[in-house]
């Protein structure tokens, strides 16, 4: 039988828990702080952790309820220890960590961005390496080449801000609220990529990306035609914004994967959520000759299913974690 695997996330301002068998998802729970978070205009990491510690059991009990299964047919249990907020990632922690001692079953510490990378996997039972992968977030934006289910090859990453983390300050700029990435996507369908803003890295070769001269170059827009007293069309920036973001992770993805020879690209992490992105991929991929598996939208952002998908893989390939685990707020892309 397949083994059930608990997954635990709280590295920012969500606290899930999902339970899977094998690839199949039995229950994916989630309860959020957003909207007290929201109130201060982000996350406040102090309030994050509170948060957590009031949330873990109920959402831990509700989705073993969900799964229809008790904690003791658990065969491991799977929770993120980085990267996040060091007091949210400590308290799932610490909670998986008393759970897993007291049913004597394994850890598994999940590496945050490898989760996001792994929710793929739900969406395709017959998904298999080698493939090309795109991860899109608030705090990474990378082109990666995935040679088996545990290694990966980064191609090319950001050499500043990433991608989520440029359309959350677009957004403040445009005075949207948080999160302010699905507001920018939306405003930017009433409006068109009329203004010109800066390709990044134009003309550069490899899989680099930068966003913080893109991010710059909108807020000194915004300021010109405010100091001179001018009218602008917020839509039509943020639609433009948004054209020269994500254009170029789709046209990224599909060179790489023409470089690797592979011909399956995924992607993952929340800003892959983005419809623009979902269609510039679909579209780049179909005229490349390539196949896309994209995660639903609902698990592009922090969810408890991609940790439990990745603790799979790490079960499978017997790498399990001491209860002396740390959480770390910073871990490296592989």
Request: hydrophobic share 45%; net charge neutral; charged share 20%.
């Amino acid at each position: 039988m397949e083994p059930l695997i608990l997954g635990i996330e709280s590295s920012c301002d969500e606290t899930a828990a999902a339970v899977i068998r094998g690839r199949r998802l039995l229950s994916d729970e989630i309860i959020s702080s957003a909207t007290l978070q929201a109130q201060f205009g982000g996350v406040v990491p102090e309030l994050a952790s509170r948060a957590h510690t009031d949330a873990v059991d109920l959402v831990v009990q509700r989705a073993l309820d969900r799964a229809g299964v008790k904690k003791e047919e658990l065969s491991a249990v799977a929770v993120t220890y980085g990267a996040g907020l060091l007091g949210a990632l400590l308290v799932g922690l610490s909670f998986a960590k008393g759970l897993a001692y007291g049913l004597n079953i394994p850890l598994i510490g999940v590496n945050h961005i490898r989760g996001h990378l792994a929710a793929c996997y739900l969406e395709d039972d017959a998904l298999a390496p080698p493939f090309l992968s795109l991860l899109a977030s608030g705090g990474h934006t990378a082109i990666l080449y995935c040679k088996n289910e545990t290694e990966y090859e980064v191609l090319g990453g950001t050499r500043d801000d990433a991608v989520g983390e440029a359309f959350d300050k677009v957004a403040r700029v445009l005075s949207l609220p948080y999160p302010g990435g699905p507001h920018v996507e939306k405003l930017a369908r009433e409006g068109q990529p009329v203004i010109g803003l800066p390709v990044m890295l134009k003309g550069a070769g490899g899989y680099d990306f930068s966003y913080s001269g893109l991010k710059t170059a909108v807020i000194n827009y915004v300021h010109t035609k405010e100091q001179k007293g001018e009218e602008w069309n917020r839509a039509d920036l943020a639609a433009s914004f948004q054209h020269a973001a994500l254009d170029i992770l789709a046209r990224k993805a599909v060179e790489g994967a023409r470089e690797k020879g592979v011909n399956v690209v995924t992607a993952g992490g929340g800003v892959v959520a983005n419809g623009y992105l979902r269609e510039k991929l679909a579209l780049a991929c179909e005229k490349a000759g390539l196949k896309l598996v994209l995660p639903a939208k609902h698990r592009c952002t922090d969810n408890a299913a991609m940790i439990a998908c990745e603790g799979l893989i790490q079960y499978r390939a017997g790498n399990f974690s001491p209860l002396s685990l740390n959480a770390c707020p910073s871990i490296p892309l592989r």
